[in-house]
């Protein structure tokens, strides 16, 4: 395996304000760009070439990565006109392969924190002659997901998308966003126009008889859709419960990036992250949070499983619980926002203003 497709042009809409004037792949968790820990992992498993499929804030992505070499890594880049969606980003990029028709290209969500054994699932892909093999992962509760279910080889018999009823939950396992095609396959999806693998190409194949193998991995898997999610991400990263060469630190219970300033009796636990040039004050409590680079955190202010913007402020007192701040954006001393709050970009909340906001 030697090259793969990153799927990351969405807009990140469960994600805003964190997406407003970042890509949701370029949002940082534990210290680094989430996009970081993909390209790293996949390089760790072997692979050198891989193709960017962009599409939102698309000029983001390159002068960050360049030609990818301060990773080990051969970058391109692909951006669509118009959104195509899963199966339509993937065939879009699909002149800039290298593979021969029958070799395995790798393709990742670009919203998943994993610990998937890529050389596995690449492993099974040969062994198993498959036109295409599906990661798969089990969950508690399916309903939110896409659920596959497979015979007593792993060869996949359907996809059911997000079944509502008992009698719907035929399995636990569910697409968790990652395949290796033949690289054949990639050329019959439909050119120039919007495509969802999961509903029509995936299906499509079934259909026709084509061979799909599932292979379920029951290690670290993320979906970062939501700023909670993204959170509890990029602290499983820092504790090392999410596994990622790129984390720029040893594991432990805080990661703080070399120029930010904390003050000798703040306290930060739970995977925190504190960004460049970011300043955290005098017996500021930090649990499980990520504050991006140059906010400031006042004295006394508790920050819980929270988001704080770039450049943002949070006053003095102040308690946050769950609660994503975006880039620039003031929250005056002594309010508390919690379950969900989030507060736009810019915007500036005067002191003592609000006691709880419920998720909206």
Known sequence: MTEAILLVGGKGTRLRPLT??????????????????????ARAAGV???????????EVFEPYFGDGSALGLHLEYVTEEEPLGTGGAIRNVASRLRSGADEPVLIFNGDILT?????????????????????LTRVEDPRAF????????????AFLEKPQTPEEIVTDQINAGAYVFRRSVIDTIPAGRPVSVERETFPDLLTSGAHLQGMVDSTYWLDLGTPQAFVRGSADLVTGRAPSPAVPASCGDRLVLPTARVAPDAKLTGGTVIGANAVIADGARIDGSTVLDGAIVEEGAVVFASLIGVGARIGARTVLSGVVVGDGAVVGPDNELRDGARVWCDAVLPASSVRFSPDQ
């Open 20 to 41: 407003v004037n970042t890509p949701k792949p370029m949002v940082p968790a534990a210290g680094v760009p989430f996009l970081t820990h993909q390209l790293a992992r």
């Open 48 to 58: 050198e070439h891989i193709v960017l499929a962009t599409s939102y804030l698309a």
């Open 115 to 135: 610990g998937l054994d890529i050389e596995a699932l690449v492993a099974t892909h040969r062994s198993s002659g498959a036109d295409v093999s599906l990661h």
């Open 146 to 157: 896409g659920l596959v279910p497979t015979d007593a080889d792993g060869r996949v018999r």
